[in-house]
């Protein structure tokens, strides 16, 4: 729940030839408006917080809640963990992507905030200390232009008028032209383009008016203009920043028929050609008044999951897009859902293993299950001076029986162990049995 507060109202909208429903939606009170804007804006996954308990404060006990609306946190480029004001400008839109709860033909209460309002909010939460930066992203309205005008003109407000140092992630609007993209990137810290869908054809019948050319062209766009901005910092110190934070994109995962081994090469493909900085994986949900061509059943939020080990995967642990697909099943193309994608290839490439802990190359050590990359590069720090045991490896990591079957180390060879054919059910972590009466 946002906490009460005061707010200085702008003017109120004058109608831009939208009639009497602009002007209703401008009746609307600060309040109400954050409380639709911010609602519709929690199916963007690409600064969420997820995963936790549901909890609030609504009964008069206790304080805080996890359900609230409009302010989540994402991750500066410094490891930092901080709150953004999350919310739409609008939610109105032109566009009916069929698994949008925006589109123009859904049933929803509508709402829309002026640029000017926007920034009154930021300011006034920011001084509150209850956020330390906007992530901002919009339905379309009237024209991509108009609707990328007026959130490049809430960024240049907030830097220019009010001196606001604090991070701004912009959601840009692909079709708009390039060098409102560009005026975007010299305001915001972040900027990202929804790819949407894995696939071309998904993004053809889900989302009919958007164009995957011309989204990866404005990707293109921000990658040539940061990699220009590096330049120019270079030669001169004051040469204004774009986009420090780089740019991200985000996928729907489950809306369409694209396999997980399909996702995990799109996201590399998007990774090289764009220089990413993330892509987010967001499990379709079904939204309320859905659209008769998508699935009635969300995919389980567990594959959202492995997605996100797969790409971490290939970030972190060198794996190649093409090895983190091998370690699907090669009839469905999906990664398994009771065990880690690296679990999964250790499995099934066994010949690679055991790896002997005190000469394997690094790149080896990172494809054992159960070791981490604090882990390896102790490992490889600490073999300089001795050879190391079991109970060596045992100290870096939560559980030496998921690695045992994997490595050598001083004191211990698996001999029989990789070979077993009921390896996976003793390295797997244990089921749970969920409470069936868990309030
Ligand atoms: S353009 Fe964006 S806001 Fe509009 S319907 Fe499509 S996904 Fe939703």
Same mark, same amino acid.
């Given at each position: 729940?946002?906490?009460?507060?005061?707010?200085v109202?702008?003017?109120?909208?004058?109608?831009?030839?939208?009639?009497t429903?602009?002007?209703?939606m401008a009746?609307?009170?600060?309040?109400?408006?954050?409380?639709?804007?911010?609602?519709?804006?929690?199916?963007?996954?690409?600064c969420?917080?997820?995963?936790t308990?549901?909890r609030?404060?609504r009964?008069?006990?206790?304080l805080?809640?996890t359900?609230?609306?409009?302010?989540?946190?994402?991750?500066?480029?410094?490891g930092?963990?901080?709150?953004?004001?999350?919310i739409?400008?609008?939610?109105?839109?032109?566009f009916d992507?069929h698994?949008?709860?925006?589109?123009?033909?859904?049933?929803?209460r509508?709402?829309?905030?002026?640029?000017?309002?926007?920034?009154?909010?930021?300011?006034?939460?920011?001084?509150?200390?209850?956020?330390?930066?906007?992530?901002?992203?919009?339905g379309?309205?009237k024209?991509?232009n108009?609707?990328?005008e007026?959130?490049?003109?809430?960024?240049?407000s907030?830097?220019e008028?009010?001196?606001?140092?604090?991070?701004?992630?912009?959601?840009?609007i692909p079709?708009?032209?390039?060098?409102?993209v560009?005026?975007?990137?010299?305001?915001a810290?972040?900027?990202?383009?929804?790819?949407?869908?894995?696939?071309?054809?998904g993004?053809?019948?889900?989302a009919?008016?958007?164009?995957g050319?011309?989204?990866? +062209?404005?990707?293109?766009?921000?990658?040539?203009?940061?990699? #220009?901005?590096?330049?120019? @910092?270079?030669? =001169?110190? *004051? %040469?204004?920043?774009f986009?420090?934070?780089?740019?991200?994109?985000q996928?729907?995962v489950?809306?369409?028929?694209?396999?997980? +081994?399909?996702?995990?090469?799109?996201?590399?493909?998007?990774? #090289?050609r764009?220089g990413? @900085?993330?892509? =987010?994986? *967001? %499990?379709f949900?079904p939204?309320?008044?859905?659209s008769?061509?998508l699935?009635?059943?969300?995919?389980?939020?567990?594959?959202e999951?492995r997605?996100y080990?797969?790409?971490?995967?290939?970030?972190?642990?060198?794996?190649?897009?093409?090895?983190?697909?091998? %370690?699907?099943d090669?009839?469905t193309?999906?990664?398994?859902l009771d065990i880690?994608p690296?679990l999964?290839?250790?499995?099934?490439?066994?010949?690679?293993f055991?790896?002997?802990?005190?000469?394997?190359?690094?790149?080896?050590l990172?494809r054992?299950?159960?070791?981490?990359?604090?882990?390896?590069?102790?490992?490889?720090?600490?073999?300089?001076?001795?050879?190391?045991?079991?109970d060596?490896?045992?100290r870096?990591?939560?559980?030496?029986?998921?690695?045992?079957?994997?490595?050598?180390?001083?004191?211990w060879?698996?001999?029989l162990?990789?070979?077993r054919a009921?390896?996976?059910?003793?390295?797997?972590?244990?089921r749970?049995?969920?409470e069936?009466?868990?309030?």
């Open positions: 729940m946002l906490p009460a507060m005061k707010i109202f702008p003017p109120p909208l004058v109608a831009d030839g939208c009639g429903y602009i002007e209703r009746q609307l009170d600060t309040r109400e408006k954050l409380a639709i804007l911010a609602d519709a804006a929690k199916y963007d996954a690409s969420a917080s997820s995963g308990a549901k609030d404060s009964d008069g006990k206790g805080g809640s359900e609230g609306m409009g302010i989540c946190h994402a991750y500066a480029p410094d930092r963990c901080i709150s953004l004001l999350k739409l400008l609008t939610n109105s839109c032109i992507c698994y949008c709860i925006n589109r123009k033909s859904s049933n929803v509508r709402a829309r905030f002026t640029a000017q309002e926007v920034v009154n909010l930021t300011i006034s939460f920011y001084k509150r200390n209850y956020i330390e930066g906007l992530f901002l992203s919009s379309i309205i024209s991509s108009y609707t990328m007026q959130m490049v003109e809430v960024a240049r907030l830097r008028d009010h001196h606001f140092r604090g991070y701004i992630h912009l959601k840009t079709d708009a032209d390039p060098e409102l560009h005026q975007a990137g010299l305001y810290d972040r900027v990202s383009i929804n790819v949407e869908l894995p696939t071309v054809s993004l053809k019948r889900l009919p008016e958007k164009d050319a011309r989204i990866e +062209g404005a990707m293109k766009d921000v990658k040539t203009s940061i990699i #220009d901005n590096g330049d120019a @910092r270079k030669k =001169y110190k *004051s %040469a204004p920043r986009a420090p934070a780089g740019q991200s994109t996928m729907i489950g809306a369409d028929a694209a396999t997980d +081994g399909e996702i995990v090469t799109r996201a590399s493909t998007l990774y #090289d764009f990413l @900085r993330r892509v =987010y994986y *967001s %499990a949900s939204i309320p008044d859905a008769t061509v699935p009635l059943q969300r995919p389980p939020l567990m594959r999951h997605l080990q797969s790409d971490w995967l290939m970030r972190f642990y060198d794996y190649s897009p093409h090895e983190v697909v091998a %370690a699907a090669d009839a193309g999906m990664l398994p880690d690296k999964a290839w250790a499995l099934k490439f066994r010949e690679s055991p790896v002997d802990v005190n000469r394997a190359p690094r790149e080896m990172l054992v299950p159960g070791l981490g990359v604090k882990a390896v590069d102790r490992i490889v720090a600490s073999r300089r001076w001795r050879r190391l045991r079991l060596d490896v045992a870096l990591t939560v559980s030496v029986t998921k690695v045992r079957p994997f490595i050598v180390a001083e004191d060879r698996p001999v162990l990789t070979d009921d390896l996976k059910p003793l390295v797997a972590p244990k749970q049995q969920l069936l009466f868990a309030a």
